[in-house]
C-alpha cells in the first residue's frame, strides 16, 4: 500500500472512531445532546455537519497556506477561521430553509449552533496544528464528521428504543443520556487498540 494512501487511512479511522471528536475530545456536546433526539433528525445534522466541517477544512486550510501564512499572520487564524465557518452554516442554512423545510424546522436553533459548534473550529486549528495539508485536512474534516455523525446517530437510537423503557424516575430525562453517552465514549475506547 503506498505511503500516501496508507497516511491518508490512518487519518480517517483515527478521526472517525478512534480520536472521536465528541466521544474522546468532548467538542460539539450542544447539538450532540439536543439533536440525538430522533434518527432522522440527527442523520440531517450529521449530514450539514459533514458538510461544513470538510468544506471549513478545506477553505480553511486554503487561506491558511496561501494567505495568512505567506503575509506572516497566522496568529488571526481563529478570527479568520470563526469567519469562515460563520459564512459555511449560513450557507447550508439558507439551502436547508429553500430545498428541506421539514429538516430545517426540526434542527431548528441547532441550525445556527453548528457556527459556534466547538468541533468545527477545533478541527480546522488540528489542521493546522498537525500540520496537514489541503488534502489531509479534508480528508481529516471528513473523518471526524463521518465520526461525529456515527456518534449522534448511535445516541439517538439509543434515545428512541428508551422512551419505551421503565427509567427509574431520577434518571429521566438528561441523567439517563449523560449515562448513555459515557457508556458510548468507554465502548469506543475499545476502538484505541487498533494498529496499523
Not at 86 to 110: D, I
Given at each position: ?70 503575509l506572516h499572520v497566522e ?11 460563520a459564512a459555511l452554516v ?107
Amino acid at each position: 500500500m503506498s505511503g500516501s494512501i496508507r497516511e491518508l487511512l490512518i487519518i480517517l479511522i483515527s478521526s472517525s472512531l478512534i480520536s472521536n471528536v465528541v466521544l474522546s475530545q468532548f467538542l460539539g456536546l450542544c447539538p450532540f445532546l439536543g439533536v440525538s433526539k430522533k434518527v432522522n433528525t440527527a442523520a440531517g445534522m450529521g449530514a450539514a455537519i459533514i458538510f461544513v466541517i470538510t468544506l471549513a477544512s478545506i477553505v480553511t486550510g486554503c487561506i491558511y497556506r496561501f494567505l495568512l501564512t505567506p503575509l506572516h499572520v497566522e496568529y488571526l487564524q481563529t478570527i479568520v477561521f470563526i469567519l469562515v465557518i460563520a459564512a459555511l452554516v449560513q450557507f447550508v442554512e439558507m439551502f436547508l430553509k429553500k430545498f428541506m423545510p421539514p429538516l430545517y424546522n426540526a434542527l431548528g436553533v441547532y441550525l445556527p449552533l453548528i457556527t459556534t459548534n466547538c468541533a468545527v473550529l477545533g478541527v480546522a486549528i488540528k489542521n493546522v496544528q498537525n500540520e496537514y495539508g489541503i488534502l489531509y485536512g479534508a480528508v481529516n474534516g471528513f473523518a471526524t464528521a463521518v465520526g461525529f455523525t456515527i456518534a449522534i446517530v448511535i445516541l439517538a437510537s439509543i434515545r428512541e428504543k428508551m422512551e419505551y423503557n421503565d427509567i427509574p424516575e431520577s434518571f429521566k430525562g438528561m441523567p439517563i443520556v449523560l449515562i448513555s453517552a459515557g457508556l458510548m465514549a468507554i465502548a469506543f475506547c475499545g476502538f484505541s487498540g487498533i494498529s496499523f
